[in-house]
């Protein structure tokens, strides 16, 4: 069956450390990866996309790897704040753009000062 | 960024009513819209695909005649609850897509449904 797993429901770091997040899926082909920040009650913020064809994206203090071999992307803050307490969601498009996007659980970062 | 609205934010009803969810998208059109449902602790379930001037591709087992959806204009769509009970309590969320080809979906800020 086509899974989309990220494997920690929750990670807690200390203030200034890397917080690296797991994204694994099954059974599917996806042309690109999402990943979204999403806070308590609120609607997901889009934060990086990555193409398969593409190994590493950064944004500031934001870097995503995809490893299509693997089927696992890799969700990385460096020098990390308390502001960066949040919900990271993994999700990707089964069938492309335009398509809906499914979606992994979720892993609960918090950072403690 | 492009932005989406939806409203109402947060909604309390009874058990046999029925609740309206608009989802707007303010500065570009959007020819297609996706609703979402995520309970606590869950990730987001699609559950239907909203096309502009077109009925609604709703998931298995979502029931389409108990989720109304309706895309009227490029701009606008709406979820309606039917006869709402308890466990339709859920975090509704819409998104949609910057045409132009562009991948990124842009979601609303969710609507919170409590239905005693």
């Known amino acids: 069956s086509q899974k989309i797993e990220q494997n920690s429901e929750a990670l807690n770091i200390q203030e200034g450390k890397t917080a690296t997040l797991t994204c694994n899926y099954t059974?599917?082909?996806?042309?690109?990866l999402q990943w979204y920040r999403q806070d308590p009650g609120r609607g997901p913020v889009f934060l990086l996309l990555?193409?398969?064809?593409?190994k590493e994206k950064r944004k500031e203090r934001l870097k995503v790897t995809f490893d299509t071999t693997l089927k696992q992307s890799l969700f990385h803050i460096t020098a990390s704040q308390p502001a960066d307490s949040a919900t990271y969601l993994c999700?990707?498009?089964?069938?492309?753009?335009?398509?809906?996007?499914?979606f992994g659980k979720g892993t609960t970062l918090s950072v403690s000062s | 960024g492009a932005v989406v609205s939806q409203h109402p934010s947060r909604v309390i009803c009874k058990s046999g009513t029925s609740v309206k969810i608009e989802c707007r998208s303010l500065?570009?059109?959007?020819?297609?819209m996706f609703w979402y449902r995520q309970f606590p602790k869950q990730s987001l379930m699609l559950m239907a695909t909203?096309?502009?001037?077109?009925?609604?591709?709703?998931e298995q087992g979502v029931e389409k005649d108990k989720f109304l959806i309706n895309h009227a204009s490029l701009t606008l769509s709406t979820l309606t609850v039917t006869s709402a009970h308890p466990e339709d309590s859920s975090f509704y969320i819409c998104?949609?897509?910057?045409?132009?080809?562009?991948?990124?979906?842009?979601f609303g800020p969710g609507t919170r449904l409590l239905v005693l």
């Open positions: 998104s949609a897509r910057v045409p132009n080809g562009r991948e990124t979906q842009y």
């Open positions: 059974n599917y082909s996806p042309a690109y």
């Open positions: 990555i193409r398969e064809n593409e």
């Open positions: 999700a990707l498009a089964p069938q492309g753009a335009g398509t809906a996007l499914i």
């Open positions: 500065d570009f059109q959007a020819t297609t």
């Open positions: 909203s096309n502009e001037g077109s009925k609604a591709t709703y």
